[in-house]
């Protein structure tokens, strides 16, 4: 099947979610998202601001790093299988999101202390200027762009998974060092991560007063995937400038 045949805008959705055989008098709309969305990102800050805590006490923290990048993992899968779990689930899935970013900021923020809040910055920067350029129509989102970007963040993804599991024998691949390459595969990434975030724009707004009230959860688990990519691989990225530099 090829992935220009795809009715999703964001990877991390998929069409048979909002074939719901169910009938519900509310119905999905930008608010509930908005407000799912405000209170996922307050707990997620919470978190991180008390891994920072205790690794500044001393405490390591790269087990809650692994620990949440794998619960989030798992969390994903069951919501993908299970969607109408949404509503109980995407809040685990925050927790776990709270912990890998939480010691994934802390690493970062105990080298190069500037560093998290400005890729924080970055990230709000990128959603805004990508929010006006879709509400202004200066990109239109098109069959074809929802391709290519589906494509390219299959493709990312899949490179990364790659060279996640030859690290376990030893085997280097130039991801994730300080060169050239490393450089700009996390710009391409950084790049494809703000662009997915016109495809959730895309898909809350034809979806909105439509699907049923609890797929808001499903809407936010999207934003919320997309924002922490982008975030994380700002951060990677700003690391890596500043060691080289």
Request: proline share 2%; with cysteine; glycine share 6%.
């Amino acid at each position: 099947m090829r992935l220009s045949n795809y009715k999703t805008n964001n990877p991390v959705f998929s069409g048979f979610f909002w074939d719901d055989q169910k009938k519900s008098t509310k119905k999905m709309t930008v608010l509930g998202i908005f407000f799912k969305s405000l209170f996922c990102i307050l707990v997620i800050a919470g978190i991180t601001a008390y891994i920072w805590k205790l690794n500044e006490q001393g405490m390591s923290v790269k087990w809650f790093t692994l620990g949440g990048m794998l619960g989030a993992i798992v969390i994903s899968i069951m919501i993908s299988v299970r969607r109408h779990w949404a509503p109980s689930l995407v809040p685990l899935y925050t927790i776990a999101k709270g912990f890998f970013l939480g010691g994934f900021s802390a690493f970062a923020h105990k080298n190069f202390p500037e560093l998290p809040y400005q890729a924080i910055g970055v990230t709000i920067i990128t959603f805004f200027v990508m929010l006006l350029l879709y509400q202004t129509r200066i990109i239109v989102v098109t069959k074809k762009l929802r391709s290519v970007i589906i494509t390219s963040v299959v493709s990312i993804m899949v490179v990364y998974l790659i060279s996640w599991i030859l690290s376990f024998f030893k085997i280097e691949t130039y991801l994730w060092g300080t060169s050239w390459f490393a450089i700009v595969f996390n710009c391409i990434a950084a790049i494809v991560a703000s662009f997915s975030l016109l495809l959730d724009f895309d898909y809350i707004e034809r979806y909105k007063n439509r699907a049923p009230k609890w797929k808001e959860w499903l809407a936010t688990w999207g934003l919320l995937a997309t924002l922490i990519w982008l975030y994380v691989e700002t951060l990677r990225l700003m690391q890596k400038l500043a060691i080289r530099f």
